[in-house]
């Protein structure tokens, strides 16, 4: 048995892939724990993990509403702060830890682990390209470089960096870079081919799970251009979004949530953010998607980019009219070539078995780390 230490954040989309993979390493006999933030407490231990929370995290909560400027700052003082890795120091000192699992944004932790020397992994939970452009490229990894932290130098750093994403969808690092990446597949909840459902289109609506300005006009939007058609829409507004501030149509059921895993094997459509959890999942479900990104500083547009790009879906912008959305709906139900794309990537998504496989690429280092020490 070995002993892992995986290193999160309370961002949404990115705690999935690493409880996906560290519940499948805990069936396989491996003890795991997590190092987080005290929200993510509640939840963690629930799924059977061992949790200890940051002492000093900061201010910043992913569904908490804030002005953007104390939002950003919140956040990239998450992203790059020397407590993070002063608490990392501190778990790995008390109890015994072969390998530390590191969420790839988490820069300031990542240095301190560069630092002591720990044998780490980097966990890249979205599109590679997405991550190197909006974080490392974008604002975050900017100020990362202002306090001396560079992103791509420290995930080239790491034992190895595992890319919980589909390789065809992605633009990997150029030939000749330092930074190479282990591509597993997405780590999901199992998923199976969506069934045809001729006698009643069913459509889930799901945003994002963090609070994001903007994004109850957005949903409002989609519920307006849902209005009258004949499909009957499952929507989950997740914590960020109170549902009584929302006109709801006939033809729509409200929830706070619902297992997006039991849901979409009874639906047609999937209209999200293109939240990478959300999105392979349902493409992993052989689901056509209408996306409608968020936040431009995340993964978000660029994912639904590839979506588009390869003729899983479409992607508009979160301010399009009630009329643009639903002509999208419209276009993709009535448009076959779009289930056709999103069945071939969902095939592809299946045959990785991307949670397995993740566990065991960490399970195999860990063993080369004992051997290396003994």
């Known amino acids: 048995m070995s002993r892992f230490l995986f290193v999160t954040w309370d961002g949404g989309g990115n705690v999935g892939p690493a409880v996906e993979i560290a519940k499948e390493m805990q069936h396989r006999g491996e003890e795991v724990r997590f190092l987080g933030q005290e929200q993510q407490r509640l939840a963690l231990e629930r799924a059977g993990f061992d949790f200890t929370a940051y002492s000093r995290p900061g201010s910043w909560t992913a569904i908490g509403k804030r002005d953007s400027l104390k939002n950003t700052l919140g956040f990239l003082s998450l992203l790059i702060g020397r407590g993070l890795g002063r608490d990392l120091i501190a778990d790995v000192d008390k109890t015994q830890t072969d390998l530390v699992v590191i969420d790839c944004l988490l820069f300031g932790a990542l240095d301190a682990a560069s630092r002591a020397g720990l044998r780490h992994v980097v966990l890249m939970h979205s599109l590679f390209d997405a991550i190197d452009q909006k974080m490392a490229g974008g604002a975050p990894g900017m100020v990362a470089r202002i306090v001396g932290l560079r992103p791509r130098k420290l995930w080239a ?56 300005a903007g994004q109850t006009q957005a949903l409002q939007h989609v519920l307006d251009a849902l209005t009258d058609l004949p499909v009957h829409a499952v929507v989950t507004t997740g914590p960020a979004i109170d549902p009584e501030e929302l006109r709801t149509p006939a033809n729509a059921e409200m929830h706070r949530y619902l297992p997006h895993a039991e849901v979409m094997p009874t639906v047609s459509l999937v209209i999200g953010h293109g939240g990478h959890s959300t999105t392979m999942l349902a493409l992993a479900h052989g689901l056509p998607l209408l996306i409608l990104p968020m936040n431009l500083m995340f993964d978000q547009e660029i994912i639904g980019h590839a979506i588009q790009k390869n003729g899983a879906g479409v992607t508009l912008a979160s301010s399009s009219s009630p009329t ?32 397995q496989a993740a566990a065991t690429l960490l399970q195999t280092q860990a063993i080369r780390v004992e051997l290396r020490d003994t």
């Open 324 to 355: 643009q959305i639903r002509a999208a709906i419209e276009q993709i139900l009535a448009d076959g070539t779009y289930r056709q794309e999103a069945m071939r990537l969902g095939a592809a998504i299946r045959a990785t078995r991307g949670t």
């Open 157 to 212: 750093g790491a034992e190895l960096v595992v890319a919980a994403t589909l390789k065809e969808l992605d633009r990997p690092p150029q030939p000749g870079s330092p930074l190479s990446l282990n591509y597993t597949g997405p780590a999901i909840p199992e998923a199976v081919e969506t069934a045809a459902q001729p006698s009643v289109t069913n459509i889930l609506v799901s945003l994002s799970t963090t609070y994001i």
